[in-house]
């Protein structure tokens, strides 16, 4: 997390995460997989994959509004997406 001398390769990456090990998802209970940059593995996971993550009220927004649709038992469409990826309602702000 600091500036470290990149000429000299002591700080290169040291290996690859398994295939079997990587963080995935398949047949999901919801149906869906919804991400925004937050962490996708727990804190016990074994391998550093980053230092940095977003919060996660954005993927929880992301789901309030699939759930919405869902619940419907509507077909999603573009403009459904791009409303999604528009939306500006912030669940951080709601909390605070």
Same mark, same amino acid.
């Given at each position: 997390?600091?500036p ?13 995460? $398994? %295939? +079997?090990?990587l $963080? &995935? ?6 149906g =869906?997989?919804?991400? #925004?940059?937050? &962490? $996708?593995v727990?804190?016990? =996971?074994? =391998?550093?994959? #980053?230092? %940095?993550? +977003? ?5 929880? &927004? ?7 649709? @869902? #619940? /419907? ?10 409303? @999604?990826?528009?939306? &500006?309602?912030?669940? /951080? #702000?709601? +909390?605070?």
């Open positions: 997390m600091v470290v001398p990149g000429w000299d390769g002591s700080h290169d990456w040291s290996g690859w995460i $398994p %295939f +079997e090990e $963080p &995935r998802s398949f047949n999901t209970a919801e =869906y997989l919804a991400t #925004a940059s937050q &962490r $996708p727990g804190p016990d =996971y074994s =391998y550093l994959i #980053a230092n %940095f993550w +977003e919060p996660p009220y954005r993927a929880y &927004r992301i789901k309030e509004l699939l759930e919405e649709k @869902i #619940a /419907q038992g509507q077909k999603f469409s573009l403009e459904d997406m791009t409303r @999604i990826q528009m939306d &500006r309602s912030s669940t /951080q #702000a709601l +909390e605070v």
